[in-house]
């Protein structure tokens, strides 16, 4: 079993920037690809992008790349979600999620455990 915690959203303006972070705990955090996701009012939940057990690899949905960096920290059990050059169409509720397969796989059905969720909004 992994719990995940995320924190660090809120109200932001269009151009601005903010790091959320997931803290697991429960099993070994380096034995699990991480996955950030999204969910705006009215929508499917959607791929945000993941990075591998060791942080060697990441992958990113085409409407944040370039914009968005994902990293990890082993030792602290955490993973982050750097958001820089946000625009209103970011608003959503953001997810965290550990991939058991260590895949990164952009399909929700990989990850096993979910944290609960932190909002972010951005006003143009």
């Known amino acids: 079993q992994v719990q995940l915690v995320e924190s660090g959203g809120g109200l932001m303006q269009a151009g601005g920037s903010l790091r959320l972070s997931c803290v697991a705990s429960?099993?070994?955090?380096?034995?699990?690809?991480m996955g950030w996701f999204r969910q705006a009012p009215g929508k499917e939940r959607e791929f945000v992008g993941s990075i591998s057990r060791s942080g060697g690899r990441t992958d990113y949905s085409d409407s944040v790349e370039g914009r968005f960096t994902i990293s990890r920290d082993n030792a602290r059990d955490t993973v982050y979600l750097q958001m820089n050059s946000l625009k209103p169409e970011d608003t959503a509720v953001y997810y965290c999620?550990?991939?058991?397969?260590?895949?990164?796989?952009?399909?929700?059905?990989?990850?096993?455990?979910w944290g609960q969720g932190t909002q972010v909004t951005v006003s143009s």
């Open positions: 429960g099993r070994t955090f380096s034995s699990y690809a």
């Open positions: 999620a550990a991939d058991p397969s260590g895949l990164g796989s952009r399909s929700r059905g990989w990850y096993y455990y």
